[in-house]
């Protein structure tokens, strides 16, 4: 594995507490619920960093993990809320945006993406916020393992996610398929190989 290291450096709740922009950082976002804390887990080994995340109540944290001392993980707030109606919207907070316009260091955004799941509205439109702000993301479709029942398959949901952003925009970007139950593939090894890889910005 790939990650050796991996350590909890603190919570932000404004852009000053953030750590020294002095290494690359890779930032993971999405829906509420999407599996972003199983996929810290399967990326770093440590069940109990993505606990960290889990911080209950209404405070806006960004986490930033430090992994193998040389870059750092960044664990952002789920956006948007999974018992809402279908027609929910994109809802962040403005620290979340702030991040995504100011942080120097940021190297790569992972937005999370439900598999399991018809097209949602706010993954487009997060997908959509960061082309146009040319902030650089991949695309990780997770649970691609979960198969619900009288519901497009997983492939079906990613196959026209993509069809979705590909009427906007001209290409599409890196996009990771992962599944933290039975971690087949080791997407995660071929996420950490890639993700720094290729400078992945939409053109509209
Ligand atoms: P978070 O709220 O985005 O941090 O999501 P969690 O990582 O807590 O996952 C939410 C729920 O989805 C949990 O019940 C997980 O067990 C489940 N889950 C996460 N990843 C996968 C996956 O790849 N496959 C399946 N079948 N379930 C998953």
Not at 6 to 15: D, G, I, P, R
Request: proline share 6%; net charge positive; with cysteine.
């Amino acid at each position: 594995v790939r990650v050796k290291k991996a350590e909890f450096v603190k919570s932000s709740t404004n852009m000053a507490q953030c750590p020294q922009p002095k290494l690359p950082e890779f930032a993971v976002i999405g829906r509420s619920n999407v599996g972003k804390s199983s996929l810290i887990n399967m990326l770093t080994g440590q069940a109990a960093l993505a606990k960290v995340s889990k911080t209950p109540g209404k405070t806006i944290y960004i986490n930033h993990f430090l992994i193998n001392d040389s870059w750092y993980l960044v664990d952002l707030p789920g956006y948007g809320y999974a018992q809402r109606s279908k027609a929910s919207r994109l809802e962040w907070s403005g620290f979340t945006k702030e991040y995504f316009l100011k942080r120097e260091t940021l190297a790569n955004v992972l937005l999370l993406v439900d598999a399991s799941v018809p097209v949602q509205q706010p993954d487009l439109e997060c997908a959509s916020w960061l082309a146009d702000a040319q902030v650089p993301f991949s695309l990780v479709f997770t649970k691609t393992d979960k198969r619900k029942k009288k519901c497009p398959s997983p492939r079906e949901n990613i196959q026209a996610f993509q069809a979705a952003l590909l009427r906007d925009f001209e290409n599409l970007p890196l996009i990771f398929e992962t599944d933290s139950e039975t971690q087949k593939g080791h997407a995660e090894e071929e996420l950490l190989k890639e993700w720094d890889a290729v400078p992945n910005v939409l053109t509209t």
